[in-house]
């Protein structure tokens, strides 16, 4: 089985503008979360979305931003990029079966980096 | 707030040797997972403990969830080059959905 898989890998911007990140979970998988890594900040939680639907969100400025599709593909959205949201930008996906906790499985990142 | 510490932060030592890190919060979690990650690539799940006091090994790893489920130590025995990387603790709250506290790391080199 496939997994979690990102694109793109690498990806350099300037100041201002926007960019926008993918993610393909792992087949059967409903549950798509992102964060951001930092080396000062570790690993923040952005958002969660489950059948289309953010349903958990971290404590980022509205300048992040993301979506889910109907197959479970999400995208994310930074707007007005600083240099501040250089990083490495990961995705996890789960099953997201109810009552039993759902282990969460990573993608290889996306680093963005912001001159 | 609820938070994941870890310790040590950094931990550099000869292969062969043991060593043990530490997680530890104030909070009840009902599972707590432990991630390995290289430079440059996702973390990579190793294992997942739920029931307090639980013992789980995983070869020269060996994971113990605390009785009170609030902490969490992995011992690694004999450790190898191929053990260097950040490992990271995540608790796990259950809510309507999965609430997951990631840990900053403890970054792991083994000197050949």
């Known amino acids: 089985k496939a997994g979690v898989t990102q694109t793109p890998r690498y990806l350099i911007k300037t100041r201002g503008q926007q960019v926008t990140l993918s993610c393909s979970p792992i087949s059967g998988h409903r549950s798509v979360s992102w964060y951001q890594q930092t080396p000062g900040q570790g690993l923040q939680f952005l958002f969660e979305y489950f059948s289309e639907t953010q349903r958990n969100k971290g404590n980022f400025p509205g300048r992040f931003s993301g979506r889910q599709f109907s197959n479970s593909r999400s995208e994310m959205n930074v707007s007005t990029l600083e240099l501040g949201d250089s990083a490495l930008y990961l995705c996890a996906s789960s099953l997201a079966r109810s009552g039993v906790y759902n282990e969460q499985f990573f993608g290889p990142g996306t680093r963005l980096t912001v001159l | 707030t609820q938070l994941l510490e870890q310790s040590p932060q950094f931990l550099s030592i000869q292969e062969g040797e043991n060593l043990t890190v530490y997680c530890n919060s104030s909070?009840?979690?009902?599972?707590l997972q432990w991630y390995r990650q290289e430079p440059g690539e996702g973390p990579v799940l190793l294992v997942t403990?739920?029931?307090?006091?639980e013992v789980k090994k995983l070869k020269r790893l060996t994971f113990q969830f605390g009785d009170a489920r609030k902490d969490s130590s992995l011992h690694i025995t004999a450790a190898q080059p191929g053990d260097t990387g950040l490992y990271l603790c995540?608790?796990?709250?259950?809510?309507?959905?999965?609430?997951?506290?990631f840990g900053p790391g403890t970054s792991l080199s083994v000197i050949p």
């Open positions: 909070s009840v979690f009902s599972s």
């Open positions: 403990v739920v029931t307090g006091g």
């Open positions: 995540a608790g796990a709250i259950k809510t309507s959905y999965d609430k997951v506290i």
